[in-house]
């Protein structure tokens, strides 16, 4: 059984660097210190993160740029940015192409560029689609400004992968403040923040009708579906005020996929196949920020109660599917 891993995240000093000079609105008040162990997992990308894959159970990881990415960046700094890291995932994969894919890095605050850079990404460098995430500047990312990057997912049949972004700083303060830092800033990110903002990013892409306009389009979406799938039923109640044509709950077994971001539940996975089926369930670790060693990916799956087709699914056949029904 092949395992294949696609919210695995990388980090670079050029966008330690970058972040650290944005204005504090801006920033991610779960923010990495140069120094942290975690940031030296981030940045390696040779033995080390070969020898943790192999610890785990993880025959291949798809790298992406560990959350917020560029998005929260100016343009022209955003611009530079996504193509140095493009280019770095793609050396990567080069030295290591039985072990490394990658998801394009993308400059969301000029949406041109960002769509012009998914086309080279994908069809020049290799990669596999794109890591995403809700805001770009502020901006939702269902505005139509952003459009031109769904157009060309589509067009190039690559998948989005929706990732946590940190909640704007109003949401902060009304939803997950009031404690000491490290909570307010625990609350709002891995605790529960996390989640429920990339949630509502997913159900806004529905509601604006980017999956109706651009059908083909697919968005992975991490931690079993960002709590939505948990409440389908209730939402499908948004289908006549929003005036979809069909059901909310359909988009997601049309359009959206769903990984466990190294939540190793059984119960979470028993109902996902319920939900959604097996045929559009991922699989995921969330390396660095979550930690199963001594094969613990792999056996997740292996204690699964699947059958073996089922597993050889979850494991990697959905994601070689997707993959190789990119365009290049």
């Known amino acids: 059984m092949k395992t294949i891993g696609l919210e695995e995240h990388f980090v670079t000093s050029d966008v330690l660097h970058a972040w650290r000079g944005l204005e504090a ?8 210190s140069a120094g942290d162990d975690i940031v030296h997992r981030l940045a390696e990308l040779d033995e080390e993160r070969l020898a943790a894959m192999e ?14 990415g560029v998005q929260n960046l100016t343009p022209n700094d955003a611009v530079t940015l996504q193509t140095t890291c493009n280019d770095l995932v793609a050396d990567a994969v080069r030295a290591h192409p039985d ?23 994908v069809t020049t460098l290799g990669l596999n689609g794109a890591m995403i995430f809700p805001r770009g500047r502020g901006r939702s990312l269902e505005h139509r400004d952003f459009w031109p990057i769904f157009e060309a997912a589509a067009a190039l049949n690559a998948p989005l992968y929706l990732h946590p972004q940190v909640p704007p ?42 999956f109706d306009h651009f059908p083909n389009l697919e968005v992975i979406v991490g931690h079993w579906g960002e709590m939505v799938l948990f409440y389908l039923d209730r939402v499908d109640d948004l289908r006549t005020a929003a005036e979809r044509a069909r059901p909310i709950s359909d988009y997601f077994r049309t359009n959206v996929l769903v990984t466990p971001s190294g939540i190793f539940s059984q119960r979470y996975l028993r109902w996902a196949l319920e939900v959604i089926g097996v045929d559009r369930i991922l699989f995921s670790t969330d390396y660095p920020y979550r930690c199963a060693p001594h094969n613990g990916a ?31």
């Open 99 to 121: 072990h490394l894919q990658g998801f394009a890095t993308l400059a969301t605050s000029d949406p041109i560029k960002a769509a012009s850079e998914l086309e080279r990404a």
């Open 55 to 68: 610890d785990t159970g993880l025959d291949v990881q798809v790298l992406s740029l560990t959350s917020p």
């Open 298 to 328: 792999r056996r997740f799956l292996e204690e699964a109660d699947l059958s073996d087709v089922e597993r050889e699914k979850i494991a990697s056949g959905n994601w070689n599917r997707i993959s190789a029904g990119i365009r290049r």
């Open 169 to 210: 700083p109003p949401v902060q303060a009304a939803y997950y403040g009031g404690f000491d830092d490290t909570v307010n800033a625990g609350l709002a990110t891995y605790g529960i923040g996390w989640h429920y903002d990339v949630g509502v990013a997913l159900l806004r892409l529905i509601l604006a009708g980017v």
């Open 25 to 32: 609105h801006w920033q991610n008040p779960a923010g990495l």
